[in-house]
């Protein structure tokens, strides 16, 4: 991984399990600041549950992670995930308005979202502001997408986690969220770690990528690394995913 | 009642055993236990009645009380296996709702305290209180099962395990207090409740009778609402550790 940006997360030797099944073996790296870097590898590689720990969602059982130079224990959890913020791929909503949704975040700490700064967040990511006061369960699933990112944002976190986010998305939206996150990212500097399926995106969008495989990181590097795969199995992926 | 009509009862207990051996409905077996464990726990709670009342001692009406909190608990325990520790949350919620009703009635001298009393009464406020967690704790680990992703959605933008439950919680304190604000609506109109209706049949006054029946019912009510909301309090933080993580079951 590249040594000119300091790390926003670092994995120290981690190891996460369920029971007597390990979900993760030995992690160890780091995500650079103000980057994006994408996680690329199979199903059931442990992509989102290492997510879940860059929040605290979940913990390790062994080893140390650090979110900007301190280990995640010594963080009040909520200081935590108000910084590093999550956006999932089934983009979960409350029942009620876009309004409510995007309140949510400072509801939660007894404020209120004004209603200019709700409508300043949706032009952010690309939706019209009529749709405030829009029940979520009319909207689209590209727009639910959207509504869950800038839900993410009101917190304005130093680092964005996203699961899959436009596995689910028509291309025209895939497109719109790709260029959406691309902004947030030069605009706020924010940190992004992007799990996804789709190659060419890692590609197109990422500076870095991570392979993960069987709870391993196969290998790292800037996302060029992926038309030029140095482990075996991991050409092996590239090429059963472009085939 | 004299034991020749008491013996005639077991008629009513012979037509559905009859309709379950024609249609082979497989259910002979089960009705015969529960007949004989009815007839043997009531007369052997009659007897007991007998002995406490006569008694009267305070000592007798105590553990009377116990026991049935410690059946209680027992029996609805079982269906809150998932939450850590929910053995001793039922056994307090329990005794919190005895405390309290109890307190009540006899602080502002609505009955007397005596065994009379204090035990049919406590026999209805624990047995509502049991079958109101058995309810909630269903409907709870139910909820939280399915709305994982709310909840993990919730602390994901830095909520408290408590804002995170928060939905979940009220919706199986409601839906556990459905039934008893339902039945308490259609009381009188649909069907004349049992404690009510074996007073008229024992000779009181049905005003008295009446008057007996609201007080229950007010107090059912008191019952289904602090178990259901003590319940969900002493319940919902065992399902997060101190890092306010969701432990999954």
């Known amino acids: ?243 | 009642m004299s034991y020749w009509a008491l013996s005639l009862t077991l008629i009513f207990v012979l037509i559905p055993l009859l309709l379950s051996k024609t249609l082979n409905l497989g259910l002979g077996r089960d009705m015969t236990v529960a007949t004989i464990r009815s007839i043997i726990q009531l007369l052997a709670v009659g007897y007991v009645l007998k002995f406490v009342f006569d008694s009267e001692s305070l000592l007798y009406i105590f553990l009377m009380v116990a026991l049935m909190i410690v059946a209680a608990t027992h029996n609805a325990q079982k269906k809150g296996a998932a939450i850590q520790g929910i053995t001793w949350k039922i056994a307090v919620t329990l005794i919190f709702v005895e405390v309290l009703t109890q307190g009540i009635l006899i602080g502002f001298n609505i009955t007397p305290a005596t065994a009379q009393y204090i035990i049919p009464i406590s026999g209805m406020v624990i047995g509502n209180s049991m079958v109101l967690s058995i309810l909630f704790l269903n409907r709870f680990t139910a909820e939280v099962e399915d709305h994982q992703d709310q909840t993990e959605l919730i602390l994901s933008l830095g909520g408290t395990p408590k804002q995170a439950i928060h939905r979940q919680l009220i919706n199986s304190i409601k839906a556990s207090m459905i039934p008893t604000i339902e039945s308490q609506k259609t009381v009188g109109l649909v069907q004349l409740p049992g404690m009510m209706s074996g007073q008229i049949i024992a000779g009181a006054d049905p005003i008295q009778a009446v008057q007996f029946q609201l007080l229950i019912m007010f107090l059912l009510l008191t019952t289904a609402a602090v178990t259901s909301v003590f319940l969900g309090y002493l319940s919902y933080p065992t399902l997060f550790n101190k890092r306010m993580q969701l432990l999954k079951g």
């Open chain 1, 1 to 243: 991984m590249s040594t000119q940006y300091k790390p926003a997360i670092h994995f120290q030797h981690v190891d996460y399990r369920i029971g007597d099944i390990e979900i993760l073996n030995d992690i160890t790296g780091s995500f650079p600041q103000g980057r994006i870097t994408t996680l690329v590898g199979p199903s059931g590689a442990g992509k989102s549950t290492l997510l879940k720990l860059c929040n605290g969602l979940i913990s390790p059982a062994n080893g140390e992670i650090f979110v900007k130079d301190k280990a995640i224990g010594e963080y009040d959890p909520v200081e935590l995930r108000r910084m590093v913020g999550m956006a999932l791929q089934s983009a979960p909503m409350v029942n009620g308005t876009v309004y409510e949704n995007l309140n949510l975040p400072l509801e939660l700490q007894g404020q209120q979202l004004a209603k200019e700064e709700a409508l300043e967040l949706l032009e952010d990511v690309g939706l019209k502001g009529d749709l405030l006061e829009r029940k979520v369960k009319e909207l689209s699933g590209g727009q639910r997408q959207k509504v869950s990112i800038a839900r993410t944002l009101v917190n304005k976190p130093e680092i964005l986690l996203m699961d899959e986010i436009t596995s689910s998305l028509d291309r025209a939206s895939k497109l719109e969220v790709e260029e959406l996150i691309s902004k947030i990212n030069r605009k706020y500097k924010t940190t992004i770690i992007w799990i996804t399926h789709n190659l060419q995106q890692a590609l197109e969008i990422g500076d870095y990528t991570w392979v993960m495989m069987d709870g391993q990181v196969v290998e790292t590097g800037e996302s060029s690394l992926l038309e030029d795969p140095q482990n075996d199995r991991v050409e092996e992926f590239v090429k059963g995913v472009v085939s």
